[in-house]
């Protein structure tokens, strides 16, 4: 077995030597979602970055990995929105007056900027808050951050100015509502982040009624699996719900509070870290430095866990909380209560994995403190007295953030975008891929342009290898004579970079799963293959092995969502044609057909003598080569769509060779090169096939994304509208100084500066000789202007010589 080396969160520092428990085999479980909202790229980063090490580990290094991931669907914040948008539900049925609901929303406006934006309502302001006084009061105290600074005014921007314009953003759609003459259901509408907390606070709602909740969960979870699907992450080998856990997770507790680790307090049951540590073991191994983290404590607990007392200290978490009203509640021995956050982890891991795991793994965020402390109640459950720490996980693996503008992207800050709306708009599922792949996978990756377009180089510099080969090989099949640049000598020379590519390569991903630097690799390794491709008497196997490596790599690392293992084909999936396997060969082919069709009637309606031409029309048959095809049941539209292409590729050429000949008529000419030119640029073109034309020899054919093809046809047709619309403005600029020239040319020398007010007198030769002031002209200003006027005298003799032509 290679050696694999992995960073290990357990063990900071170089990357570790990777030995799973079983020889050949790797147990590993991941942190899912919790399934309350859409999924943004920071999820996508995550996931993405997963998929892709598991991937290298099953089909790279031959591991059998069962993969477990949990969905959270019981937890605050799947509490919060649920609820919230069933009061909001209720909260726009109820028969408010215009009044009432503008008192409502102008109430919920103040409480929101005293609980979240507090400088707006400074101690000591008699002059209340509202939607007139709100921009002043926003400008004065957060003007640093609204301008891309800090709220101190030192250090950069972070989560916490981040926070401060989401809570901004909100109020900012609160006081227009306000503003405006809305009333009733649209003025709650407009004013519905500030609401939300508002009634929240006020209300409450019968929960014996899940469906609250699972109405959501159930929601969020099929559209996390819509996007994994998108973005191709394969699916888990298993998958756990919170919900379906509770009594596993009740006995899990009841077996920790035995052991000594774990009190009840008031129907909740707390981690107790004290007795963890006193019996000998390591309280947040992952993140030491966090331990009396207080912040980080209570976003551990959530925003519904706020405990008065009860905690022996401070940093104990709990395993079993006590529901309020409002809340999901289950049978316990200590209450009618939820789930902790951590515990569910721990519970449905072990449940599925044992009591040790090869690796666990999710977003850095979550090193401390969820995994510290899923890490120690496990711990805690599975420990023998005398016996030691137990070790739960060997490998922790930790994917690093998605940050923008210093940020980590987060649905709590709001400064995110989705993964359906960055898929509709801005990515593709294997341009995403690509930039997470140019990231060491803990690593943070801050969105950039720069990024963006390394991307891109990459994604292309693959893409034309892979269609420039794949047309290479065509034409060396084809049946075309005069393709002596495919010589089939032998040639070790690529080949050896090659075998050095699959060193280089191996090295990389053993190190810590380096795609960065395997990326690297395969695109160095392509840009030889292409140098060495367009060489004399290069030998288009040895281009054909590069091409069918890379294929299997990129394969490999998820590029190719339509490629299965074990990769053995030729460059990733054409967007050209949409599930190409399952389209009936005869209407695959029909748009292909249709154009040969078309080409060959307007052919014969040119009616040429030239003999090449005569012979291609009688003799081509692509019809029955077609059909061969089709009866050694190839499905692969692309291949059976070849015949016509080719047909129609060859009776272009034919033409091409023709246009110079003596025996043609302009007219015929002509129409010779706008039909070649049509069927290059549209008939072709359209259905996403390229024509490069070659010198005595036939054109090279390409399938290239129809899109692509018509975006550069546009392009191009825009950049000559764009040179000739300047070409004209350039000319008429010519003309009209052209006009002025000559306009001027016909005043006489004598009054060229006459009428001027800059001037009082001037001389019998029509030189001024006085300002308008009255001062005499200076000398020196007289002779500028006695050459101006020879040189005007020579330009009104011509005008006077034109006008004489003329008549």
Known sequence: ?????????????????????????????????????????????????????????????????????????????????ARRKRLFELEKQRPYTPE??????????????????????????????????????????????????????????????????????????????????????????????????????????DTSDQTIFTDLTKAMEKAFNDDMQALNVLPPTAVTRVTEYVPQIVAFVEQIIQKGFAYESDGSVYFDIGAFEKAGNQYARLRPESKNDKALQEEGEGALSKVE?????????????????????????????????????SVMASDRLGQTMDIHSGGIDLAFPHHDNELAQSEAYWCECGKGEHTWVNYFLHMGHLSISGSKMSKSLKNFQTIQDALATTYTARSMRIVFLMGRWNDGVEISPDMRKQADSWENTLDNFFTNIKARISEAESAVPAVGNLSLTENKGLGAELEQAKKDLNSALCNSFDTPTAMQVLVRLVRDANIYMNTPGSNIKEVEAVARWVTKIVGIFGLDPNAEPPYEGLGWGSPNVSGAADVDPQTGVKPFSAVYAAVKKEVEDLDLSEASVKTLLEQQDPETEFAEMEKSGEKDVEKLALPFIRATSRLRDGLRSIVSSATLEPQQKQAILLLSDRIRDYDLTDLGVQLDDQVDKPSLVKFVPAAKLIAAREEKAALAAEKARKKEEERKERERKEEEKWAKAKVPPQDLFKGDAKYQEWDAEGIPTKLADGSELPKSQGKKLKKEQDKHKKLHEEWLKKVASSN
Not at 21 to 36: D, L
Not at 42 to 48: C, D, E, F, P, T
Not at 318 to 338: D, I, M, T
């Open 1 to 81: 077995m290679t050696s694999i080396t992995v960073h290990n969160s357990l063990k900071p520092g170089p990357p570790v030597p990777f030995v799973p428990k079983q020889e050949g085999k790797i147990s590993w479980y991941a942190c899912g979602p919790t399934v309350y909202d859409l999924s943004h790229l920071g999820h996508a980063r995550n996931y993405v970055s997963t998929d892709v090490i598991r991937r290298i580990l099953t089909h790279h290094f031959g591991f059998e990995v069962n993969f477990v991931m949990n969905y959270t669907d019981v937890d605050d914040k799947i509490i919060i929105k």
């Open 100 to 205: 009432q609901s503008r008192d409502l929303v102008s109430k919920a406006f103040v409480a929101y900027a005293e609980k979240s934006l507090p400088l707006l309502v400074p101690e000591g302001e008699t002059t209340p808050l509202d939607e007139h006084s709100y921009q002043a009061r926003k400008d004065a105290a957060y003007g640093r951050v609204l301008a891309g600074g800090t709220l101190s005014g030192e250090g950069k921007p972070s989560d916490a100015e981040a926070k401060i314009k989401m809570h901004l953003a909100n109020m900012d759609s609160a006081a227009n509502a306000l503003k405006s003459s809305d009333s009733g259901v649209a003025l709650l509408d407009g004013a519905e982040e500030v609401l939300l907390p508002y009634i929240d606070a006020k209300e409450t709602i």
């Open 309 to 345: 007392g009860g905690k022996k200290r401070p940093g104990d978490f709990a395993l079993w909380k006590k529901s309020k009203p409002g809340e999901p509640y289950w049978p316990s021995p200590w209450s009618q209560g939820r789930p902790g956050w951590h515990i569910e982890c």
